[in-house]
């Protein structure tokens, strides 16, 4: 296993945020966290990536725990993509994808730094605006800037916070493609918070659904993605259909 959490508890001002999370990360798994708003989806990842410290409990890369670990050799390993980002810098895209190398460079971008950013460009589709600042960007677009720069990081374990959010169907489709195809490809995992669950279902290898602090449920979207569960997780009352032999969400109503 790439990534394991034992036990993990984080309170904000004593108010629980995660209560006894434990859950493990396997080799090219794209694992997808659902469930309603201050479910504690968005505290894990930053606990996985080191922004936040828990109060108990224990996460592991390879072994190693990250307590144990600089912030430098964290993002070696570890990309995260937060929800949003902050524009007040004036910036082109190409310096803002270059500073996912930061990680690996030790003056000064080196030519197979340059290159990984072309390179990532091209795969989001976004070369034409490499000299564009990121501040004159609709949310879109910076948007997939933000997972090129953490692409661009060459990390074994990518944490993506609502990676499709400000972007139309057809970018949703096209970004979690190309995510699906980098954990193919490159042997990478990855653990993404979304709020879609007809996407979850469609991409994710195995999704875990989060529910006041605690796993509520874990498993493929077959299992997880119930009435039942939906119902008492979100209470919203659904139905699930078969298209293509995949699982379709269909909200009724809400409460009874």
């Not at 794209?30 to 708003?37: A, R, S, W």
């Amino acid at each position: 296993m790439k990534l394991k959490i034992r036990g993990l508890v984080f309170n904000y001002a004593s108010i629980p945020v995660l209560n006894d999370v434990t859950l493990e990360l396997g080799e090219s798994e794209v694992l997808v966290c659902v469930g309603p708003n201050g479910a504690g989806k968005t505290t894990l990842l930053r606990c996985i990536d080191g922004l936040l410290k828990p109060e108990r409990g224990s996460i592991f890369l390879d072994g190693k725990e990250i307590k144990e670990m600089t912030m430098m050799e964290i993002a070696r390993r570890v990309g995260y993509v937060p929800q949003s980002a902050s524009r007040a810098f004036p910036t082109t895209v190409f310096n803002t994808v270059l500073i996912g190398r930061r990680p690996h460079i030790r003056w000064r971008g080196s030519e197979r730094d340059i290159k990984a950013v072309v390179e990532v460009l091209k795969l989001m589709g976004i070369e034409n605006l490499a000299m564009r600042d990121v501040n004159e960007l609709s949310g879109g677009q910076l948007q997939k800037v933000l997972i090129a720069r953490v692409l661009a990081q060459e990390a074994d374990i990518l944490l993506m916070d609502e990676p499709t959010s400000n972007l139309d169907i057809k970018h949703q489709f096209e970004v979690m493609d190309i995510i699906k195809d980098i954990v193919r490809s490159r042997g990478i995992s990855v653990i993404m918070a979304i709020h879609d669950l007809n996407l979850a279902a469609r991409y994710a290898d195995r999704i875990i659904i989060m529910n006041n602090g605690k796993i509520f449920d874990a498993g493929d979207a077959t299992k997880v993605l119930t009435p039942k569960n939906i119902k008492r997780v979100y209470d919203v009352s659904a139905e699930v259909v078969y298209i293509h032999n995949m699982p379709v969400i269909v909200p009724i109503k809400r409460g009874e």
